[in-house]
């Protein structure tokens, strides 16, 4: 190895988290921004641009990893993506992956799997022993995402309502998440409707709401708990689809903020009939690695386990 240096930006619906790191596994920088999923925000370029600025002179930057949404499913917006990073990093070793495609490549450290990623949105990745990828999923907000936080949240915005006209039993996430926003449950449609029609990202918004659901679920609400069950039979039905593409008794794993869920993943597992492998890096990890690869650098498990833990340490500050 050298001196060299490499950035890896990981990109969301909600959330992008820019890491400079060294070849001894340490993270020397970061940076933190709103989403930049180009499906849902008109500004995600310059959400982008300003947040990978005060990297882009970087003394001793070798090599980017730009694990970016939506990236190489939608044609002309993968085009806007990459010469995004072009010309960010015209001089310098750089690659644009699909930011699920970054968190397989993390969560198995590049060797074969299933990943299935519960975020904003769901899909599933996989890799089999041959090196070929495939994917399920990620139709985004309108079409799919079933399982995803984003899901998660709307669907609790459903039961809400039906519980408030009656059309479904009451369960404790109207007053929590009235509670939550703030909002007068004497006038329930005025309030909730003014949230909505407020909301300046409306995808990360209702998403957010997926943490209540849980909180609530752990406390024993029916609606909750079923709402959860549910999304763990879709996100099954994202490793159910994909697992063919891999030899049988390939390993899976998890990615994405919706897993946070002790009740989710262990509904997820038991769809799936086997427990989850811990990933070995989170998604910002698999970024980095994909521009460690462009390098050439020869890693070893001391270098996963440096980044493992400071990009973890990294992952938590930006939740508080």
Not at 236 to 244: N, P, R, V, Y
Not at 277 to 297: E, I, K, R, T
């Amino acid at each position: 190895m050298s001196d060299e240096l490499i950035l890896g930006i990981d990109g969301g619906g909600s959330k992008v988290l820019v890491t400079l790191a060294d070849n001894e596994g340490r993270i020397l920088r970061t940076g933190l921004g709103g989403g930049v999923n180009p499906m849902d925000n008109p500004d995600w370029r310059q959400e982008l641009e300003q947040h990978i600025e005060p990297f882009r002179n970087e003394p001793g930057l070798a090599a980017v990893g730009a694990a970016l949404p939506a990236y190489g499913e939608v044609a002309h917006l993968s085009s806007l993506q990459r010469r995004c990073i072009d010309e960010a990093f015209p001089d310098i070793r750089r690659t644009v992956l699909n930011d699920v495609d970054a968190a397989h490549l993390g969560a198995f450290a590049g060797r074969p799997g299933i990943l299935v990623l519960s975020g904003t949105g769901s899909m599933s990745w996989a890799r089999n022993g041959a090196g070929a990828s495939a994917r399920v999923g990620g139709w985004g907000d309108v079409i799919g995402d079933e399982g995803s936080s984003y899901w998660i949240g709307r669907e609790a915005l459903h039961l809400i309502s039906q519980s408030l006209d009656g059309r479904a039993k009451p369960t404790a996430l109207a007053k929590v998440v009235y509670e939550h926003l703030e909002l007068d449950m004497s006038d329930p449609i005025n309030a909730l409707g003014g949230w909505i029609s407020g909301l300046a990202r409306p995808r990360a918004g209702i998403a957010a709401l997926s943490v209540l659901v849980d909180q609530v679920a752990s406390k024993g609400d029916e609606a909750a708990i079923d709402l959860i069950e549910r999304a763990a039979e879709e996100l099954a039905k994202h490793h159910w689809a994909i697992s063919g593409h891999c030899e049988t008794g390939t390993d899976w794993t998890y990615a994405g903020g919706t897993f946070s869920s002790r009740l989710l993943l262990e509904a997820v597992e038991r769809r799936i009939g086997r427990r989850a492998v811990s990933p070995v890096l989170p998604p910002v990890g698999g970024a980095l690695l994909a521009a460690a690869q462009l390098l050439d650098w020869q890693l070893d498990e001391r270098w996963f386990g440096q980044i493992a833990v400071a990009t973890e340490t990294v992952i938590a500050r930006s939740r508080q």
